[in-house]
């Protein structure tokens, strides 16, 4: 049975329950289009505790991912049934007060077969997310990089070889800090020559230790301060003078801005554009991704989700981190806006191995190349960004090389990644499936959540 908006009857009971009180009369009335799933309360710093309708679109599987064709699971050997779990897992999420919404989206066999939007964009506004909804990515960035770069490797322009000092003449000398104590302080630290040059490879795959948490890093802010309003030109420049945290290639340690960054400067350097002008020519347009950029035009700023953070009393708004704001630095490590629906774009293509829609942005070996482990165990055994045995590191993503052995929910030979305030993805070649998951509130058990959930739906 159902009622209003597509709602079965107990959805229905429980928005009555929630229009009982009279303070949601009115937000209810607004979004009875939406299939309703609860109600929680989000805490807002200098406010008190603001009821929520959770709500989640009402289905369809058009907005923002048009170009990817559309199936109804069972023809592609999903479960609608067991799809539907997605939604139970981020009503969850929602409920206990770890995220305010989300948008979720898996493409199998080259057609998107759950697409959804859950939840509040907005609390304070009572906003209800969108499929079209603008998210900041963070580190969901390096991937786009990493395929910039491989771009220009297929065209015989550079290599992962190179010594960054080619493209960069201030790394050339660039030395390693060693801590004067043997104690774990940093403090006091002297200097030694490399045992080799930094090569790019070291750049894409975190064994760089260019400012990545060790002895040298301390001396980043003051050597190489790192602003919105900077440029690459300039950021990289001076990166070329900062110690490095180890021997190149001798250790995993993720560095988080500093070492994409050098590598979206090597892309201006070697492809004469700026970088986010080669992202927008090479691989943006040809992919139809009309709402990845930088800077979110004024006309779109409407669609742009509201950032939050947990704490003890709830969530709480979060202006946008410094980290990740952009003005003039079109950083490769953070930065992009996108959408749920253009970064599947991105994401379907590396499933195809590089086309999309007849664009052919990278070929079949070197998308496999970009998914091959490239640091032995050094990833496994780091300890740091989630590195644990079972997995290793491409260029630019992680890599899943046992599933059982690193109790992942992805299959052997899937690679991702994940940015800072949520976000995550993952290509699934042996299921020839992708999937997203957009939100912005880090941590918490969402992303293992979501993998799991879908998961489960396969039924093939």
Not at 25 to 34: D, P, Q
Request: glycine residues 10%; hydrophobic residues 40%.
């Amino acid at each position: 049975m159902t009622g209003p908006g597509g709602m079965s009857f107990m959805e229905t009971e429980r928005l009555k329950t929630f229009v009982g009180c009279a303070c949601c009369r009115k937000t209810a009335a607004s979004l009875m289009a939406f299939l309703v799933v609860g109600c929680v309360f989000v805490g807002q710093s200098g406010a008190s505790w603001l009821p929520v309708l959770t709500a989640r679109a009402v289905s369809g599987l058009a907005t923002n991912a048009e170009e990817l064709p559309t199936a109804a699971p069972e023809d592609v050997g999903m479960s609608s049934e067991r799809l539907a779990r997605i939604g139970e897992v981020v009503d969850r999420a929602i409920a206990s007060e770890h995220i305010t919404g989300a948008v979720t989206l898996v493409v199998r066999k080259g057609k998107v077969t759950h697409f959804e939007a859950h939840g509040l964009m907005d609390v304070a506004s009572m906003r209800p997310m969108k499929k079209d909804t603008i998210f900041q990515i963070a580190s969901m960035t390096k991937p786009v990089t990493g395929v910039a770069f491989l771009m220009l490797l297929e065209e015989g322009k550079v290599r992962l070889t190179d010594p960054v000092s080619k493209f960069i003449p201030e790394f050339d000398g660039i030395q390693v800090a060693v801590p004067v104590s043997g104690d774990g302080d940093d403090s006091e630290i002297y200097l030694v020559p490399t045992h080799r040059d930094v090569t790019v490879r070291d750049l894409l795959t975190h064994t760089s230790g260019l400012v990545s948490g060790g002895a040298g890093s301390a001396t980043a802010s003051r050597i190489a301060p790192r602003h919105s309003d900077d440029t690459l030109t300039t950021y990289a420049s001076d990166l070329g003078g900062v110690p490095l945290d180890f021997q190149p290639g001798s250790q995993w340690s993720y560095s988080g801005l500093a070492g994409i960054d050098t590598v979206a400067r090597i892309v201006e350097v070697v492809s004469g554009l700026p970088f986010d002008e080669f992202l927008r020519a090479r691989i943006f347009e040809p992919l139809g991704m009309a709402d990845t950029n930088y800077v979110v035009p004024a006309d779109r700023l409407n669609r742009v989700v509201t950032r939050y953070v947990r704490h003890e009393n709830g969530l709480e708004q979060r202006e946008k981190p410094e980290w990740v704001d952009t003005v003039t630095l079109t950083a490769g490590g953070v930065g992009l806006w996108t959408t749920a629906g253009d970064y599947a774009k991105f994401a379907q293509m590396l499933v195809n191995r590089g086309e999309l829609n007849g664009q052919r942005i990278l070929g079949r070996k070197t998308v496999e190349l970009m998914a091959a482990n490239h640091v032995g165990e050094l990833y496994a055994k780091s300890g740091r960004v989630g590195g644990r045995l079972g997995k290793g590191f491409g260029l630019t993503v992680d890599v899943v090389l046992d599933s059982v052995v690193a109790q992942e929910n992805r299959s052997t030979g899937s690679f991702g990644w994940s940015g800072a305030l949520g976000t995550t993805f993952w290509v699934d070649w042996e299921e020839d499936m992708t999937a997203v998951l957009m939100v912005q509130t880090p941590g918490g058990t969402l992303r293992a959540d979501f993998q799991n959930a879908v998961r489960q739906a396969i039924i093939d």
